[in-house]
Each structure stands twice: as structure tokens, then as C-alpha cells.
């Protein structure tokens, strides 16, 4: 069996190019309901897909497994990964830790993170979530879960400076309603949603997409079930040894994300600026050595 360094949809993805037709509208049926696709019988992945059952079996093995057992096999392990709590984490990491301080071990971790991560984000797709942020006729709805809020909110106060029309949704459901409310068709909606995904993300998602919203999700290598109803969505890899899983790579798009759109909204974005720190200036709010 392959290594656990990519996830199967890792696999899928960088390998599309290297697809025959059939092989390519498999992976496509697959990546679509992943990864419960694959944990039925044969048969049915290739009748949902309209292939055969000897395409199946080829592309398997071109994903790198003997036969079908090992590939539904590795898709079990993947989610059990997806579903396990922090205790459980801790206790996998600490079985087999590495020797080192943990200043290498994490480090190690993140960096490859960030290059396994990096290496299945297309530039291109990246391009367009940041020109659709910078656009200003649309408003730009940004939200996240009971850890990833953070995150949010980081991107939120600076994009808040970059542009106007910016709304930080909060976490609580109950407040969703005010939010959603003055949402217009192909306004942008920037959710974070990881393991373990939200019910309550996923019903604003929703929601979000039935009025004709532009979705952009940032998700974990398992991907949240909004990638289904998400125009753009970028998977990172967060797994370090620690019982809580790593904002690194997420982080890391969020910061070239705002460079990139203020670069794209700068005349305006300046303007903007200079008022912030008049204001700043007015209320005394830093202090000011010269």
C-alpha cells in the first residue's frame, strides 16, 4: 500500500493529466462523493461512474494499489484519520514519536506540510479566489468554525482595511439569519471549515449557495462536505505530532491572500490607509516614538 504522505484524493488530482477519458470521468466521479465513493463494492463505483469495471481496476493500480481491497483499505484509514479528537491524535503521535526536540519534530511536520500542500493548489485557481475578493461590487462574507474563527478573523481585519464591503459572520448559527439576509447572488462567501467539520457551517454553506453566493473554502487533505457547494476550494495538509492539528499551511494562503488583493485593490486600498492612520493618529490608540 502507498504511503500515507498524500491522501488518495492527493493522488487523484496530481494525476489527472497521465488519465485516459474513462480513467479521468472515474477519478471525477470519485472526488465528487470522496471518500465515501470508493468504500461500496466495485461494481457500483463503476456504475456511478459509467465506466467499466476493468477501468476501476486500472486506475487503482495506477494510483499505486494491488487491487481494489487495498485501495478501500487506505480509504477506511483515511477516515478514521478524519475523525479522530485531540486525545486520540496525541495518543497516535506520542506511540511512535521521533527522537528530537519538539521544536524539529513540529517544524519537520509543517514543512511538509506546506510542500505537499503547495504542490496540489493550482496557481491559477488561487488567481481567481483572490480577483473575486478584490472586486468591490461584491461583498465578501467571511466565517469560520469553533477553532478556524481565529483564522477568519484574521483575514476579516485586514481585508476590512484592504476594501470596504467586508462582514465577519460570527460563529453562533442563531446570529446567521441578520447576516444572510442582505447576501446578493455572486457575493462572495470565504468559509474555513476542518476536521471535525461543523453541522453548523455546512447549514450556512448551504444556505449561502441557494442564494447564488461565490463560495471560496479552505479546508483540511479530507476536505469538508462544503467542497461539494464551494466554487474554489483549497486543501491544506494540518497534520503535526500534537494532539492539535496545524494553521500553518492555512495561514500561509490567508497571508499571500491579502498581499495579493491589496496589490489588486492598492489605489483604493492606499487611500483607505492613509484615513486608518489619521484616525489612529486623532485617538491616540499607539504610541508614537520619534
Not at 496530481?14 to 466495485?42: F, M, V
Not at 491524535?89 to 514519536?97: L, N, P, Q, S, Y
Not at 479530507?222 to 499551511?249: E, G, Y
Request: net charge negative.
Amino acid at each position: 500500500m502507498p504511503g500515507s504522505e498524500f491522501t488518495i484524493a492527493d493522488r487523484i488530482q496530481s494525476g489527472l493529466d497521465n488519465l485516459t477519458r474513462a480513467e479521468r470521468q472515474l477519478a471525477h466521479s470519485i472526488l465528487e462523493n470522496y471518500p465515501a465513493s470508493g468504500l461500496g463494492p466495485l461494481s457500483a463505483l463503476a456504475k456511478d461512474a459509467d465506466v467499466s469495471g476493468p477501468t476501476v481496476l486500472r486506475m487503482v493500480q495506477k494510483l499505486g494499489f494491488k487491487g481494489y481491497p487495498d485501495f478501500q483499505a487506505a480509504l477506511r484509514e483515511e477516515l478514521r484519520a478524519k475523525a479522530r479528537n485531540p486525545i486520540a491524535k496525541h495518543d497516535t503521535w506520542t506511540e511512535g514519536a521521533p527522537s528530537g526536540h519538539v521544536l524539529n519534530r513540529i517544524t519537520d511536520a509543517v514543512i511538509d506540510n506546506i510542500r505537499h500542500s503547495l504542490a496540489q493548489i493550482e496557481p491559477a485557481a488561487f488567481d481567481d479566489a483572490c480577483a473575486l475578493i478584490a472586486e468591490t461590487d461584491r461583498a465578501v462574507y467571511i466565517v469560520g468554525g469553533r477553532i478556524s474563527h481565529t483564522i477568519a478573523e484574521y483575514l476579516y481585519l485586514h481585508m476590512q482595511v484592504i476594501r470596504p464591503g467586508v462582514i465577519h459572520v460570527q460563529s453562533t448559527s442563531n446570529t446567521w439569519p441578520h447576516y444572510l439576509l442582505d447576501l446578493k447572488e455572486g457575493d462572495v462567501v470565504v468559509i474555513f471549515d476542518v476536521r471535525r467539520y461543523e453541522n453548523n457551517t455546512l447549514k450556512l454553506a448551504e444556505m449561502a449557495h441557494a442564494k447564488g453566493a461565490k463560495i471560496i473554502l479552505f479546508t483540511d487533505q479530507w476536505r469538508s462536505p462544503i467542497h461539494a457547494l464551494s466554487d474554489i476550494c483549497f486543501s491544506s495538509r494540518i497534520v503535526v505530532p500534537s494532539a492539535w492539528d496545524s494553521a500553518v499551511m492555512p495561514m500561509l494562503l490567508i497571508e499571500t491572500m491579502i498581499s495579493a488583493v491589496q496589490d489588486l485593490c492598492w489605489t483604493d486600498t492606499r487611500t483607505r490607509m492613509e484615513a486608518l492612520e489619521d484616525m489612529f493618529d486623532q485617538t491616540k490608540l499607539f504610541r508614537k516614538f520619534t
